[in-house]
T-cell receptor, first 113, second 115 residues
Framework: KAGVTQTPRYLIKTRGQQVTLSCSPI?????VSWYQQTPGQGLQFLFE???????NKGNFPGRFSGRQFSNSRSEMNVSTLELGDSALYLC????????????FGPGTRLTVL | AQKITQTQPGMFVQEKEAVTLDCTYD???????LFWYKQPSSGEMIFLIY??????QNATEGRYSLNFQKARKSANLVISASQLGDSAMYFC????????????FGQGTILTVHP
């Protein structure tokens, strides 16, 4: 069974640009969560999608958005990039979002110059 | 709201010895789940073990066990027979009763295993 995949793995952008990250969950998993990891703030929850609906949202500005497709694949978008958006973005999948296991992808490392 | 505290920024252990990584939590939820993850330098988060708040027995997965003390709100990870490959960052996390898909993480503990 394939694990959670994220593309791209590395990304370099400049301030003011926008970026789209993709996450494909484990087959059969319908919940996809996104996290931002930085040295200063640690791991912070961005949002969670289940069956194409956002069910849960963290405390991030509106520049951070996401969506989920009917095949459970999810994308997150960050508009008007700031230097502070440089981080490792991790997505995780689970069957329902309320499971004993939540599996993470390898992450996308975003650098904003 | 949930809060996870990991008070050990770094820990050192000799190969083949056991080590305990501390985790305390705070929540007003009656039902919740506690997780431990390992993050090697590559960045990927590897799921290790889970404990539900209503589970009466401590969870075990191979060399990993979770020492769950509900009254003290602690969920310490015990790694037995440490191996060099165990050197990594370890995160304790929890999911609250209605927090679908949301894990709240602690700051992590860097474990270094010496030969």
């Amino acid at each position: 069974k394939a694990g959670v995949t994220q593309t791209p793995r590395y990304l370099i952008k400049t301030r003011g640009q926008q970026v789209t990250l993709s996450c494909s969950p484990i087959s059969g998993h319908r919940s996809v969560s996104w996290y931002q990891q930085t040295p200063g703030q640690g791991l912070q929850f961005l949002f969670e999608y289940f069956s194409e609906t956002q069910r849960n949202k963290g405390n991030f500005p509106g520049r951070f958005s996401g969506r989920q497709f009917s095949n459970s694949r999810s994308e997150m978008n960050v508009s008007t990039l700031e230097l502070g958006d440089s981080a490792l973005y991790l997505c995780a999948s689970s069957i329902s979002g309320y499971d004993n296991e939540q599996f993470f992808g390898p992450g996308t490392r975003l650098t904003v110059l | 709201a949930q809060k996870i505290t990991q008070t050990q920024p770094g820990m050192f252990v000799q190969e083949k010895e056991a080590v305990t990584l501390d985790c305390t939590y705070d929540t007003s939820d009656q039902s919740y789940g506690l997780f431990w993850y390992k993050q090697p330098s590559s960045g990927e988060m590897i799921f290790l073990i889970y404990q539900g708040s209503y589970d009466e027995q401590n969870a075990t997965e191979g060399r990993y066990s979770l020492n769950f003390q509900k009254a003290r709100k602690s969920a310490n990870l015990v790694i037995s027979a440490s191996q060099l490959g165990d050197s990594a960052m370890y995160f304790c996390a929890m999911r609250g009763g209605t927090s679908y898909g949301k894990l709240t993480f602690g700051q992590g503990t860097i474990l270094t295993v010496h030969p």
